[in-house]
């Protein structure tokens, strides 16, 4: 497979006074059509980490390649239209007073041609299944509702991949369910490169692979059966989990036992 991502030996610091990098010498590599977790406590580097990929931020150190160009002042453009990304508020990402006028937005400056325009803004908002919610006010959508159509924001603009910046976080089990379901489907239509950064345990254990980021380091990753089943190690790293329903049903099946440490009064 091809990677459509790879850092090599990343390290940015915010400010030149900052005693602490917010990212330490991170590599790593994402293969098209990877769904990538990335995990980690507050304030560990994983939002500069999506920042640095689609070029919001120019680490101070090391080298990015997105889709095959090697990140430079020159190209910093054409990087942000492969990188798609979600944000964790979805009252703080609308623009437009209907749902087509938004998910138009973005499309707008692009010089693309008016009817392709069209094209693209119904068929993103059919993808996201908010066909019947064309002309109504964002504002006045569920959560899960909301996040679909900035979604159908970013998918209009056909990106490689999607970063979802803790895009669930704010939603119920039902919004949650919606959204991940959504980029799911599309993602396998579209061959979507996805990387969710989350707090969601059940999310992370549907990941192809998971990143566990702590003080601007890429500490560990693997499957999520790996992460999982090292699960001594994570509490090492600080990260006191719980273990993903979905793993523990499906190492059930295969009469696996869960790590003794993850084990409650209870029992699971
Ligand atoms: P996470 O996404 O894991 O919560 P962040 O990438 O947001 O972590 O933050 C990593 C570190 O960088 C933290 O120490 C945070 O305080 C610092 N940081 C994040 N954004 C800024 C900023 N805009 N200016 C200065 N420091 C920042």
Request: glycine residues 8%; hydrophobic residues 40%.
């Amino acid at each position: 497979m091809d990677k459509v991502i790879t850092l090599k030996n990343i390290s940015y610091q915010y400010h030149t006074t900052d005693t602490k990098p917010a990212l330490n010498n991170i590599s790593l590599s994402i293969e098209a059509g990877e769904w990538v977790a990335i995990i980690g406590h507050n304030g560990s580097g994983k939002s500069t980490l999506a920042k640095t990929i689609n070029g919001l931020i120019a680490p101070n150190q090391g080298e990015v390649t997105v889709g095959g160009l090697i990140l430079s002042e020159q190209n910093i453009w054409e990087i942000r239209k492969l990188v798609g990304m979600v944000f964790q508020n979805p009252d703080n990402q609308f623009v437009g007073s209907t749902v087509q006028d938004d998910v138009a937005f973005g499309l707008e400056n692009q010089g693309i041609p008016r009817d392709e325009m069209i094209d693209r803004v119904i068929d993103a908002i059919e993808r996201v299944k908010m066909t019947e919610f064309i002309e109504k006010e964002p504002a006045r959508l569920s959560g899960g509702q909301k996040q679909r159509v900035a979604i159908a924001g970013v998918v209009a603009l056909r990106p490689a991949i999607i970063i979802l910046d803790e895009a669930t976080s704010m939603l119920d089990p039902q919004g949650r369910q919606e959204v991940l379901t959504t980029v799911k489907a599309i993602k396998e239509k579209a061959n979507l490169t996805v990387i969710s950064i989350t707090h969601d345990i059940d999310e992370a254990a549907n990941a192809n692979r998971i990143m566990v980021i702590k003080d601007g380091e890429l500490i560990q990753e693997g499957t999520p059966e790996e992460i999982f089943m090292s699960g001594e190690k994570l509490i090492e790293m600080g990260l006191d989990l719980p273990f993903p329903e979905k793993l523990k049903l499906s190492l059930k099946e295969r009469g696996i036992d869960v790590p003794a440490n993850y084990l409650t009064e209870e029992g699971m």
